[in-house]
């Protein structure tokens, strides 16, 4: 018995000597850094020639996060001034410092922003950067550069009439040729895309065509049973299949863009007029409700677009009334101070302020546009002095 209590004494001191010995500290990693950035160029202008050539490099200092370089993970984000990154152009690269634009990549995004052909636009860059699985991600500094997107042939030819209907069972024409105008001719809204508003009836099917009561040509779509593709898709001339119609009968905003060969269907939240009248010290004709017609009411154009041509005084106002001599509803603008809006701008339903004439009194023609391909809930209007 005396022995094992012994050997019991032996193993508790060793135990416990071994509990006395030290343990090395945890190695410590430092935080990372956010990287400085810098662009080749701050003006990019490339020709079509060069559309598979590098035309902007945009490269970095080291960003320190505790890992083998290689690691790395470098995000670059591209997007137009403003728009605060939501939806960037990104690429991303893994251990270097540096990352590639190449010119077709960097058109093409411009493009399928609708940006015009040959105008400049502003751009802002940035880099994130972060470990292989996007931890410790750190931003760094905004550059800003202006980027010219070049002219490249269309995906879909353009209609040589230049000219777009819309006819079928979706539409409130239905299936006869031709078609009702203006209400069902979609309006072009710039060099390869064309627009519409329209009340589609739910569950139907339509068809686009280039000349209204010919049925010789069409656009249509590969495979109209593809999900989703009543709210857009890919579309081609003389393709196979009708268009779908959205499920639900309703108000709604159809863009076809050639350019990128789709085209989009979103429900419209305005309100479309059938008629339109200006009204106010703008005016020849004053603040008087009703106003005089033919000579202050508006020329209807299409599906979604009103004209007017009209003498107009200098540094007054005038609002847009979808009935003569009514004063409950009317087009205006949320604020009438916003430097520029007299020659145009977003508009709205019954917003809040008189829209601003022009500076300069004279002869002004007036489109009030429903379809914009910009993110306009109610629509776009324009003021152009002419002799």
Request: net charge neutral.
């Amino acid at each position: 018995m005396k022995k094992i209590s012994n050997l019991l004494l032996v193993a508790a001191l060793a135990l416990g000597f071994a509990s006395c010995d030290k343990v090395d500290d945890l190695p410590l990693y430092g935080a990372g850094t956010a990287s400085t950035i810098k662009a080749s160029a701050t003006t990019i202008a490339p020709a079509p020639a060069d559309s598979n050539n590098v035309v902007l490099s945009v490269s970095w200092t080291y960003p320190n996060h505790a890992t083998d370089s290689a690691n790395i993970k470098y995000t670059v984000q591209m997007d137009s001034a403003t728009k605060n990154f939501a939806a960037p152009y990104t690429v991303v690269v893994m251990g270097k410092p540096k990352a590639d634009f190449i010119a077709k990549e960097l058109n093409n995004f411009l493009l399928s922003r609708s940006y015009a052909f040959n105008v400049p636009v502003t751009m802002e860059i940035r880099m994130i950067s972060s470990y292989a699985n996007n931890n410790e991600q750190l931003k760094s500094n905004v550059i800003v550069v202006t980027v010219t997107p070049y002219k490249v042939p269309p995906k879909v030819a353009l209609p040589t009439t230049l000219k777009l209907f819309i006819v079928g069972a979706a539409t409130q024409g239905g299936w006869d040729n031709p078609v009702p105008t203006p209400s069902q001719e979609l309006a072009r809204l710039n060099e390869t895309t064309w627009g519409g508003i329209f009340q589609l009836n739910g569950g139907q099917q339509y068809l686009l065509l280039p000349t209204n009561g010919d049925w010789g040509n069409k656009f249509a779509v590969p495979n109209g049973s593809l999900a989703g593709l009543s709210a857009g898709g890919d579309f081609a001339f003389n393709a196979a299949d009708n268009f779908p119609g959205p499920a639900d009968g309703g108000w709604y905003k159809l863009i076809v863009d050639f350019q990128t060969g789709k085209f989009k269907v979103t429900p419209y939240t305005g309100v479309l007029p059938t008629n339109l009248f200006m009204v106010g010290d703008a005016t020849p004709g004053g603040w008087d409700n009703p106003v005089p017609v033919p000579s202050q009411q508006f020329t209807r154009l299409n599906s979604s677009q009103w004209q007017l041509t009209v003498m107009m005084n200098a540094g007054k106002s005038y609002l847009v009334l979808p009935v003569n001599g009514d004063w409950t509803n009317k087009y205006s603008v949320a604020n009438g101070s916003l430097p520029g809006l007299s020659a145009g701008g977003e508009f709205g339903y019954n917003f809040n302020d008189n829209i601003p004439g022009p500076a300069v009194g004279g002869n002004y023609k007036v489109l009030f546009d429903f379809a914009t391909v910009e993110n306009y809930p109610h629509g776009k209007f324009t003021v152009t002095k002419v002799p």
